[in-house]
């Protein structure tokens, strides 16, 4: 990634860019190819590899965490619904890159969403990738709260009489950290810190097989085959980890070379889909039936490897949690009256945002089941379903019948059985955390 070349498209689901795309004219000898089209009118400056990077920036997230949890849930066959997730995810990343090869005015997200149903289209688009930014950031504070409180379980305060719980406290305190970020509107400082977050999965990764191959916890635990009853937790959380769908029209705009997209999504589709099984195996294998929410939570805090581990997860939510919520700020500060857009009504945005996603946290603090819900109702509508049906409407392959529209007719019901049933016993299972 190149820090001298700050991105400058907010509106996408995950990270900005280091780079900043440039017009070229088209040719006319190339005015029957929509590729080369918008390869030659929207194309940046990002390399193969640096585009790569950012792809696995993307994709690797705090789901690498929750994946051995969702393996306990379903059992040793729920990997071969990730497989199937993965494939899904990959092939509807593709129809992303398709839907704007058909036209190059299409630079983000929303805008395929307007290209294919206007107004309505877009604002659908839109409220689903902003929803699920909102619930992500959400689940960075309890992810921070829980695993804080496991190394500190006997940290509290007492505020004028009001009694602060350990957990809670963090959640207040992380906030209170992560705020100043917030405030940044120099998105290119922060890109710098984002560029951890490849090497931080790796680090889990290494950290977890390290505690359980040399700190005595072993590999010992045979699973079951199929757990029915855990499939929907398991695929909603599967769904989770591929959401980073809104980003890829930024990737595909930012490239040098926009016809090796298709080799950037394979590369990173096949990379995190090893890791997230890797870790999955790992964690189910030293823990089985036993695994937490997130796997950070059942590793031993007294071995060095495990802090390692730990730390790594409470630096990467930190440094993301800006980068989740900017695009949030950009739409909300957007539809300001003229006169309000001034540095103190941004600021009082930006700290109601976060104020906001603290309150979430403490209300609701189950990470575990509240990424299923987002991975049920939310990732699955921006990764699987949206995509299929911008592409039929745009592309209008959608008035014949063949192998193709057959494949994604699949996928959108597939996708709605996972968020119907998904959502449904992410909600029941919140419930009843609360009820007993």
């Not at 030659?40 to 949890?69: D, E, H, M, Q, W």
């Not at 040399?214 to 085959?225: A, E, N, P």
């Not at 592309?395 to 996708?415: A, D, K, W």
Request: proline share 4%; aromatic share 10%; hydrophobic share 45%.
């Amino acid at each position: 990634m190149d820090p001298e070349e700050p991105g400058n498209g907010f509106s996408s689901r995950t990270i900005p860019l280091l780079v900043s795309s440039t017009s070229s004219s088209s040719s006319s000898n190339h005015t029957r190819d929509p590729i080369i089209i918008h390869s030659l009118s929207t194309s940046g400056n990002t390399s193969f590899y640096k585009t790569c990077f950012n792809g696995l920036n993307a994709l690797s997230g705090v789901g690498i965490l929750s994946v051995p949890y969702a393996l306990s849930s379903g059992g040793w066959f729920s990997l071969m619904l990730l497989l199937v997730i993965a494939s899904s995810a990959l092939y509807t990343g593709l129809l992303i890159q398709r839907c704007m090869d058909m036209d190059p005015s299409i630079r983000s997200y929303p805008d395929i969403g307007e290209r294919a149903f206007g107004a309505k289209g877009r604002a659908l688009v839109s409220i689903v990738m902003n929803t699920e930014l909102y619930m992500v950031a959400t689940g960075f504070l309890i992810l921070e709260g829980d695993n804080l409180y496991n190394l500190l379980p006997d940290v509290n305060f007492e505020i004028g009489g009001l009694k602060i719980g350990g957990r809670e406290s963090f959640v207040i305190m992380v906030g209170l950290i992560i705020l100043p970020t917030v405030w940044l509107n120099n998105m290119s400082i922060l890109s710098y810190i984002s560029a951890s977050g490849v090497v931080a999965s790796l680090l889990l990764l290494c950290s977890i097989f390290w505690a359980g191959e040399f700190d005595g916890i072993g590999f010992h635990h045979k699973g079951v085959l199929i757990n029915w009853s855990g499939i929907p937790t398991a695929a909603s959380l599967y769904s989770f980890c591929y959401c980073a769908h809104p980003v890829f029209p930024t990737l595909y705009t930012s490239m040098r070379d926009q016809r090796q997209f298709s080799k950037v999504l394979g590369i990173c589709f096949l990379v995190c889909t090893i890791s997230y099984a890797l870790v999955a195996i790992v964690g189910y294998l030293m823990f089985g039936s036993e695994l937490m929410s997130q796997i950070t939570l059942n590793l031993p805090i007294d071995k060095i490897s495990s802090r390692v581990a730990i730390y790594t997860t409470l630096v990467n939510p930190i440094a993301k949690y800006a980068l989740m919520v900017i695009p949030i700020v950009n739409a909300i500060e957007t539809r300001l009256p003229l006169n309000c857009h001034k540095r103190s009504y941004s600021l009082f945005v930006r700290t109601s945002l976060v104020l906001s996603t603290v309150i979430v946290s403490l209300a609701i603090p189950l990470f575990g089941y509240l990424m299923s819900l987002v991975g049920a109702f939310l990732s699955v509508t921006a990764s699987a379903i949206l995509p299929c049906l911008c592409f039929l409407k745009i592309s209008g392959i959608y008035q014949t019948l063949g192998l193709e529209q057959l494949v994604m007719v699949g996928i959108v019901l597939m996708g709605i059985s996972i968020m119907i049933v998904g959502t449904y016993t992410s909600v029941m299972e919140i419930v009843m955390h609360f009820v007993t």
